[in-house]
T-cell receptor
């Protein structure tokens, strides 16, 4: 089945700096890659997703890139703010219809 | 514009009791998924249902766990004869279309504690 690895597990950045989180996946048939933000005591919130026919997608300060050949995808957050502090999860799905999640990245934005 | 609603938010059970977790999907969504999250871990898929049908239950333990999504009413995840290892956060998600490739939106979960 699909296996998704996520790095780093923790990330601290200064307010205003950029943050990058990387994920790799194992199933070459995977074609949908969402990113979720989870705050303490809440459910995961979809922040951006990308499909395999697209290499990059941007939404304001958030961007995701996908390299299908290397089977990895990344989340980029620019001009970070304290409210960006949360746990971020990548996920993948394809031949297995359910989402397979990475293990999460605890992002801390220091004021 | 209600999102995915889960209740209860917190549930405490003693070993051997039954736990029932409920999920109402977003309006217009007929696809429901259940995931389990252990502390400081990612979410693990359990089951995918469409109205009145279980589509994929490959992530659900064969014993004690069952799920349903009736024609009327919320989806129910039922855990019989709970054990300490069932303590976790259980999240429900819904989507308007079939996976893969359709966005899944999550509720805020049910935190299950087993005494």
């Amino acid at each position: 089945g699909e296996n998704v690895e996520q790095h780093p597990s923790t990330l601290s950045v200064q307010e205003g700096d950029s943050a990058v989180i990387k994920c790799t996946y194992s199933d070459s048939a995977s074609n949908y890659f969402p990113w979720y933000k989870q705050e303490l005591g809440k459910g995961p919130q979809l922040i951006i997703d990308i499909r395999s026919n697209v290499g990059e997608k941007k939404d304001q300060r958030i961007a995701v890139t996908l390299n299908k050949t290397a089977k990895h995808f990344s989340l980029h957050i620019t001009e970070t703010q304290p409210e960006d502090s949360a746990v971020y999860f990548c996920a993948a799905s394809g031949s297995a219809r359910q989402l397979t999640f990475g293990s999460g990245t605890q992002l801390t934005v220091l004021p | 514009n209600a999102g995915v609603m889960q209740n209860p938010r917190h549930l405490v059970r003693r070993r051997g009791q039954e736990a029932r977790l409920r999920c109402s999907p977003m309006k217009g969504h007929s696809h429901v998924y259940w995931y389990r999250q252990l502390p400081e871990e990612g979410l693990k898929f359990m089951v995918y249902l469409q109205k009145e049908n279980i589509i994929d239950e490959s992530g659900m333990p064969k014993e004690r766990f069952s799920a349903e999504f009736p024609k009327e009413g919320p989806s129910i995840l039922r855990i019989q004869q709970v054990v300490r290892g069932d303590s976790a956060a259980y999240f429900c998600a819904s989507s308007p279309g079939a996976p893969p490739g359709t966005a899944q939106h999550f509720g805020d979960g049910t935190r299950l504690s087993i005494l």
